[in-house]
């Protein structure tokens, strides 16, 4: 029998209706968990309101410099991006959200987790491998999967009956999630892929046609992988990430549309603004082409997708994972230099880069000087390369 829940809440509508609603019919304490990720929110308000709806205690976790450390910086030495398209701003917030509501259940005593997730959504999926990743014996309570309200504005209902305050309306039902590596918005007139979203729903990122008309240069410096500074300040994580989101989001960088298929089996469709973290991921590959082998480089691409797939489906806490990371962690050694942006209506683009460990060698690269590169040398290595090609044209008729 549940004798205790801790509940992971973000103060939106379907949390707060789940912190009602697991008092209603569970009739045990519901602890309220509140993880600061830079969701640029009152926490304290989201506090208070968690204690007006009724938990019984509320623990609040100020995970911010560990979330892009660890986590957006991760993802970010590994290129993962989902389907080519989405940088997963989501999907790698959800395993630090669980490993600290997880803490919070053993200090607190409690038996059982619960999420606000919904039914058809992949955070199900993530919220709950991580637990069973992490421990296994504490029950796990997804209200969307048991109770009897069929869609949102059966919570709206609930919520207005409770007395409860939502930071969405029936006119704008956008389902939003905000960190500091982005915001997403699902839900509403979005659900139609044939809708453009309406120009005063972004809130990271100007409108390109709006941005300022002069462009505008950043500086990224790596140590292995790692971002270090902008414009030559030495910053740590979450404060690099902001400054970068507010530069990147003033000249509207960073906004995607796109329907990706979830892990449990259909498409749907997101709006995306994750400007510090584009900006981020195109000065990670200038700084890398600079400085990484080839080989390692194309092999590490190889696992692109399937890094960003263990991350998406909720894999964080898994055996191949870790293998994975210790790889990935392994190519980033020599990944040093600064790469230098440039932002302009919407757009951002390589405008230089620079390694004091570079292994891009003027004199060889170079047209106009062959004093270190005998261009002789390229007849025996096509030949030697095209011989089983050759080899196999006698294999291939009425070509």
């Keep these: 029998m549940t ?19 697991l008092q209603e019919v569970y009739k045990v304490p519901v602890v309220a968990f509140v993880a600061d990720l830079g969701q640029g929110e009152d926490i304290g308000a989201i506090s208070r309101k968690a204690t007006k709806t009724g938990a019984s205690k509320v623990h609040v976790a100020d995970l911010r410099d560990e979330f892009v450390r660890d986590y957006v910086y991760l993802a970010l030495k590994a290129n993962a991006i989902y389907e080519g398209a989405y940088l997963m701003g989501t999907s790698i917030a959800r395993p630090i959200i669980a490993k600290y509501q997880i803490r919070v259940a053993k200090a607190e005593g ?27 014996e504490l029950e796990i309570i997804a209200p969307w999967r048991i109770w009897d309200f069929k869609g949102r504005n059966d919570l709206f209902d609930y919520a207005e009956k409770h007395g409860i305050e939502l930071p969405v309306s029936k006119d704008k039902p956008y389902s939003m999630d905000a960190n500091l590596m982005h915001i997403s918005y699902e839900g509403g007139i979005l659900e139609d892929p044939w809708n453009e979203p309406a120009r005063d729903m972004f809130l990271m990122t100007k409108d390109p046609s709006e941005a300022p008309d002069k462009p505008e240069y950043v500086e990224v410096e790596f140590a292995d992988g790692v971002p270090t500074a902008i414009n030559r300040e ?7 990430l902001a400054a970068l989101n507010e530069t990147a989001g003033r000249h509207g960088v960073g906004r995607v549309d796109v329907v990706e298929n979830r892990f449990i089996g259909m498409k ?29 480089m194309h092999l590490r691409d190889g696992l692109i997708p399937k ?9 964080w806490f898994s055996p ?18 600064t790469a230098r942006i440039k932002l302009f209506k919407g757009q951002a683009s390589v405008a230089g880069r620079k390694s004091p460990n570079s292994l891009y060698n003027p004199e ?18 096509i030949r030697m390369n095209g011989l089983r090609l050759t080899l196999n044209k006698s294999l291939r008729r009425g070509l």
């Design 3 to 21: 004798k205790k829940i801790v509940l992971a809440y973000s103060g939106g509508l379907d949390t707060s209706v789940n912190l009602k609603w």
């Design 110 to 136: 409690a038996d059982a987790v619960a999420h606000g997730a919904t039914g058809k959504g992949n955070d199900q999926v993530r919220f709950e491998l991580a637990c069973k990743a992490l421990a296994p």
């Design 234 to 240: 030495p910053l740590a994580p979450a404060k690099l």
């Design 268 to 296: 749907s469709r997101g709006v995306y603004e994750t400007p510090g973290v584009t900006v981020l991921h195109l000065a990670h590959r200038a700084v890398e082409s600079l400085t990484m082998d080839r080989e390692v």
């Design 307 to 315: 890094f960003s797939e263990l991350i998406y489906n909720g894999f």
């Design 320 to 337: 191949e994972m870790n293998v994975m990371r210790a790889f990935i962690e392994e190519t980033q050694k020599g990944v040093n230099g």
């Design 364 to 381: 060889i690269a170079s047209f106009e000087t062959f004093a270190t590169y005998n261009s002789k040398d390229a007849e025996g290595f």
